[in-house]
């Protein structure tokens, strides 16, 4: 499943623009065309432009999503539950297991998904998430905070700058998720009690604000991502 609501603030209309001359709808769908073990491709959205730009690229999208699971304050869990239930009703099918594709990660490959719903499955998870480790420098550990008079206080109150004395911190990067069908229908969860991490060492980029459109495009193009 793609999300694609029509009514992003940071970057107003956001699902449809271009890296590398291609929408970042057209990219998801793109990515999902070319795995032939998905039972079916669908796109969520309340917007019917964005609809259209899903099925130029041969996602369908055959129902609308309604306001309340439109605006930025929207559950995301909720979001994906009524595509599930809806993408069941339109195909007749019955799905054990769904896949999240966010089209802000134009960067993800084929074998991101592959490996996250292997990694569900054989692991015995409820649900999985690709993530990117943390760079040091963004540890809790070297993290400060201001006071009222504006001073410098360490985070967790006190700040370590030894490298090998902080662990490795993850955050997630939005390539795929991936949850059962109790997880997020009967559960209501998308990340799970019992979630497995996908981690990907190489650079991603997940776009929320107007440069990150260059970065992903500068990275595609020198193949660094």
Known sequence: MVPARGGSKGIPRKNLRQVCGIS?????????????????????????EMAAEGERYGLAAPFRRPPDLSDDKADSAGMWQHAWREAEAWSGLRFDASILLQPT???RRTEDIAQTMQ?????GADSALTVSPLPSH??????LRADQHNRAQPFLGKQTTLR???PAY????????AATRECLLDAGDIVGPNCAAVIIDRQLVNIDEEFELDLAEYFMKSKAG
């Open 119 to 123: 990694t569900l499955w054989k692991s």
């Open 138 to 143: 963004f540890a809790p550990e070297k993290i």
């Open 170 to 177: 993850y955050y997630r990067n939005g390539a795929c998720y």
């Open 164 to 166: 090998q004395e902080i």
């Open 105 to 107: 990660t134009p960067q």
């Open 24 to 48: 970042l709808i057209g990219h998801a769908a793109r990515t999902i065309a070319a795995i032939d073990w998905l039972d079916c491709a669908v796109l969520s959205t309340d917007d019917d």
